[in-house]
């Protein structure tokens, strides 16, 4: 087939939040090719787009698509149904709960796969329908602790960069994100800027592919990073190398942090971490003597049960060297899914936050979205998703409606979250497929996937892009947003939109950050960044070139102590279990594990051993390893490599087979922003 003969859209990747633009070409029946946007109309990736993003797409077409509903018969087992009995179904089972026990009762998991528009309408359902402030999203599971930690510092729990910064920095501080798998354009833009001079700083309990191009690589005990990042910084301001002026200007709360920072002496942080005293002393010297640093990270910084800290500290050295708010300056969480900044946080499907981060305890902000939504709202936070599993143990939350979350896999300790799963009185699960979660659902309701309908997506530098139909929903599924709409007027509202663009249009009159957001100035300009108060304003490229979004317009610098993780090695369990991801897969593999290419280079998760390791065990290169920790146990092949250190593995958390969060910990949550402990568990090893 001929390109000029087919359907076509410019549109935005649904895998990585890096958020490369490319154009989509279909013959209505499935994806047959994709290029990455000309360089000038594409803002964000203008480079090329990864494996996932260029091939990517047998899974809109798998025959395992859902393409109608189904109901549980009389005897348990699945049905297909009309879309008219299983939203009447839907709209019994919330109902009974909601009218019997009060909307509290009820939770929502929202997608960060899905649209910016439907999203909003995820968190406006959970509050204005279902009555309940529980209503969060895998944000929570991941860079969560970013959000609270760079909120409290800064005022904006996101990026400050724009993606370019990456590409014009002096120096990178890279650390917990193996960037080459998880964010490969990303890597790519690094690589480039390193090949042309920039110093590259790596601190990782893994020696990650990106850690060749680095200047420095340090490898670091997991669950120790605010050790590492305080020594940097005490070494900076007690050599009077940080930026006076910037500190002097900008910043408050110095004092207290070169005061807290004085324990974490080089040699202490070599006893602690790991890495050798005189690599502190480099990596802060080459730091200090940048023009311009970026400080990126991924999830190894965030999921722990003190992740917030570790931000905070990130967040204390950014400012100490005046790293924010110019050209290559900044702090860069790299985002996860496609949406998860957009989705994820801004559009408000959380239980404290109302979309634009407006606080729900807020009375003003609180009546505002009363009126406009013609509704009673608590002013008391709901439960965040990690809380919700834990909640539904003591029976305070009993129904659950999962959209575009796979929270049978996903969730810490997913022993205990089938368990949960099982229990609840009426389960929701919408989504593409019929995933580990939806086996305990009730009803499951199919949806369309991301070539299937129109919005928008806001990518890791809070630009948000449009996302374009290219093809008809698949079967008899539908987007989330008609889906929420038909359930909501069962329900008793009179939801009346026509499309995604007047589901924004609502989005800015409510939302200041996303103001002058609409569908028609994205389309024009190629992508807007928040914030963007109004329509005439051009978008923010780069946060706090003037101020910061606190009160007294400064950074608000946090003394951040010494903090351990919840568990530790011990002669039981005497190994250091991290997780990640890989470049083929995504997530729970509910997309790539249809992709018959990308199937044969990662056919299944396994274990990365230190060879010293694996001659104790007596194990080699794919011989089969049991992992146990104090929730349960799988058993992979083993993968025989120095990349990790000789009391640490490392597992991949794809494939439900060998689901890894068996050997996670549901209970052991990040004080303010409950991210569990995904990236350090105790754990045993043996030969299957
Ligand atoms: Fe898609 Fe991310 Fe790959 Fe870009 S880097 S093509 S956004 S998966």
Redesign the pocket.
Known sequence: KRLEDLNVADTT?G??A???RFDLYSDGEEILAARPTEEEDAPV?GIS??V??KFGYDFINSDDRLTTPLVRDENGEFREASWDEALTRVAEGLGDIRDQHGGEALSLIASSKATNEENYLMGKFARQVLGTNSVDNCNRLCHSSTVAGLAKTYGYGAASISTEDLEIADCILLTGSNTTEA???LATRIKQNVRDGADLLVFDPREIQIAEYADQYSQVAPGYDAVWINGITRYIVNNDLHDEAFVEERTTGFEDVKESVQEFTPERVEEVTGVPHEEIVSAAETIAEADSCVFGWTLGLTEHSHGTENVMAMANLAAVTGNLGKPGTGVSPFRGQ?NVQGGGGDMGPLPDNFPGYQDIADDEIRAKFEEAWDCDISGEYGYYTTQMFLAADDDDIKGMYIIGENAALSEPGVNHAEDVLEELDFLVVQDLFLNETAQYADVVLPASSFVEKTGTFTNTDRTVQMVKQVMEPKGDSRPDWEILQDLANRMGRAWDYDDTAEIMREVNSLTPLYGGISHERVEANGGLQWPCPDEDHPGTERLYAEEFNTENGKANLQAVGYSEPAETPDDDYPYTLTTGRVLYQYHTGTMTHREEGIMKYTPSDFVEIHPETAESLGVESGDLVTLESRRGEIVVPAQVTDRVGPDNVFVPIHFAESAVNRLTDEEHLDPAAATPEFKVSAVSLRAA
């Open positions: 990747c895998y990585c890096v958020g490369c990736n787009t990864c996932k993003g964010h490969p354009v496609n």
